[in-house]
């Protein structure tokens, strides 16, 4: 039995049908089980990190569990919901872990880099098995714009001159069931990408053109950005560490070369993400 965490998200869900596609026994982990949407043969199970007592009963009897959570930089003084979640495997004796983390992982010292150093460490001490994926940015992020797309053809967005080398999460979800359900990626890191390094005004550019809509960028300036993390709860020194990723650091748009090579293939395009999920934005 494998456990998918956040089941329902960008990643989880496209990780649970394709396991669910392979034959693969899945229990999939939500805050909602009775709401999930999930594929025929996806068994839902109540799970919450920020809530530990409910996990063992996720975890009872599962070999292998694919890690993700969604709990904000700084939201506490360490990744409390990757700390359970770990403890929770460990206890069930799990063997395989599969973490979901971010490009560069712990690298460096700020309090992002602190943070998902701690997150890493505790998944690597708790099963003989693991692999670590961290992608960039994510082709879905584009999701964030339907509700403006809604009432027009603008769209505000910050950073919109920044390039990334965006990743689907569709391309990660079939790198995280080979790690999943193959030895081939014991002790692994991963540091994944998509195939092209595009600003979000590209990105939008080409959304319009499969839309068949001129969509245009509102720009953001830096501190009406800065603001709107502080207002989201965003601690200072986590806000000043995302400004300094940001605006004085251009790591995320490489083009690396990992997931053609584990998926034997080319990642796919922003334009081919765009075109899966029109509909979201129609």
Known sequence: MILVTGATGHVGSELVRRLVASGVPVRAMTRRPDEARLPAGARPVYGDAGDPASLPAAFAGVSAAFLMSAQPVGAAPAPTHDLALAEAARQAGVRRLVKLSVLDGGAGSDPIARWHAAAEAAVIATAPVWTLLRPGRFMSNALQWAGQLSAGDEVAIPFADRPAASIDPADLAEIAALALTTDEHTGTTYEL?????LTPTQELALLGQVLGRDLRVRPVPPEAARAGMARYGFPPEVVDAIMHRTLD????????????????????TFAQWARTHAAAFR
């Open 193 to 197: 990408s998509g195939p092209e390094a």
């Open 249 to 268: 650091d251009d790591r995320g748009a490489d083009v690396l070369p990992t997931a053609a090579k584990v998926l034997g293939r080319p990642p796919r």
